[in-house]
């Protein structure tokens, strides 16, 4: 803790991440919405793709900056498809695939609507000002602080009927970041997560966390459907197979900066 050095920085106030980022050799980015307008809707959209150009900015425009780690949703993936293909029921989802944006505000789809273009900000900005990037697109996060507000959770049981409903552990997370970093290899999108949801067992021990329940559904419990997966984190998986010897062997100083 000695030697870690916070800077208050505004997402929106391109020369305070400037200031920042003096010296700084990588940038792992995270957004999440003001305080004082915590839920997610259309205005967050635009909120999020302006804090996602500034920050973009701001790394190339820092000569020490040598790679971004942008972390992103899964929401920015899986919603859509079924409007866009009549094969989609056997479309495997992977980092190749984007949200539709027009379906994300049919439906007031915010958080999506939000990582998607945001994202899609960052990585033209990326590529146009030669700025060395790579997304992790998370599934949902789960933690003590995990509550039916949840903005991701939007749409979740059309997720789970798609086979699309992924969770992430933070420590998974935490270690898919590293990997991604220090990988020289590294490039594009990767999609992160460690479990999914595809049995009822699942759904319920999750709907329970959210909001306990008196007793749960009896066609629930009936229910003994194992949805058909369709979503792939294979090109993760494999970074984090070759990661792995490192992690465990080696201790880091890694400076990681965040702005939200």
Partial sequence: MKKLKIFRSDPFDYHSIVDALKGCCALFYSFEPPRDHSTYDEHIGE??????????EAC?????IEKVVFTSSATAIIWGHHENDQNSA???????????????????????????????????????RGVNMVSVNA????????????????????????????????????EAHICVYEQISTYGRYLCFNHIINQTE????????????????????????????RISNKKLNKLMIECQPQINGKSRGVLMKMST
């Avoid at 190339?60 to 020490?64: F, G, H, L, P, V």
């Avoid at 695939?97 to 990582?115: G, P, Q, T, Y």
């Avoid at 021990?205 to 058909?228: C, G």
């Fill in 60 to 64: 190339a425009q820092t000569d020490t």
């Fill in 47 to 56: 909120v999020e793709v302006r804090a996602a150009h500034n920050v973009v």
């Fill in 202 to 229: 699942d759904a319920l021990k999750l709907a329970n966390m959210l909001s306990p329940l008196p007793s749960s559904p009896q066609r629930m419990e009936s229910d003994t459907r194992i949805i058909q997966e």
């Fill in 90 to 128: 056997s479309m495997l989802l992977d980092e190749r695939h984007w949200s539709d944006i027009n379906v994300c505000r049919k439906f007031k789809l915010w958080h999506a609507l939000s990582k998607t273009l945001a994202e899609k900000t960052a990585w033209a900005l990326a590529m146009d």
């Fill in 139 to 174: 599934g949902l996060l789960m933690g003590p602080d995990l509550t039916i507000k949840n903005p991701y959770l939007k749409g979740a049981a059309e997720m789970y009927e798609d086979g699309v409903f992924v969770t992430v552990d933070l420590d998974f997370l935490v």
